[in-house]
């Protein structure tokens, strides 16, 4: 099996900065793209911050100049900086992953992991 835990979530002030991380460990032979979503309380899902295995990477305007993603992919592992954070960015955060399991199967599946909350006070 495949596990993504998320780690770094907090309670900050409007302004501060949080550092999320998400661990992908298990049966493991590749990762594709990994991103970042968040859900506040009432609203949907919402992409946060996307990032393939070359680096390149897509972010939502909202976070745009404030969030950067990055991952190490020999630690497989991503992170997210969060700067001049915001009231409105209070969420769980969520990662993802598009995992190839084995050498032997061309098939990918996406795994998440179960959320780290971010509380933003004014």
């Known amino acids: 099996q495949v596990q993504l835990v998320e780690s770094g979530g907090g309670l900050v002030q409007a302004g501060g900065s949080l550092r999320l991380s998400c661990v992908a460990s298990?049966?493991?032979?590749?990762?594709?793209?990994m991103g970042w979503y968040r859900q506040a309380p009432g609203k949907q899902r919402e992409l946060v911050a996307t990032?393939?295995?070359?680096?390149?990477?897509n972010s939502a305007d909202s976070v745009k100049g404030r969030f950067t993603i990055s991952r190490d992919n020999a630690k497989n592992t991503m992170y997210l900086q969060m700067d001049s954070l915001k009231p409105e960015d209070t969420a769980v955060y969520y990662c993802?992953?598009?995992?190839?399991?084995?050498?032997?199967?061309?098939?990918?599946?996406?795994?998440w992991g179960q959320g780290t909350q971010v509380t933003v006070s004014s």
């Open positions: 990032i393939n295995s070359g680096g390149s990477t």
């Open positions: 993802n992953a598009d995992v190839r399991r084995l050498a032997t199967s061309r098939s990918w599946y996406r795994y």
């Open positions: 298990g049966s493991i032979f590749s990762i594709n793209a």
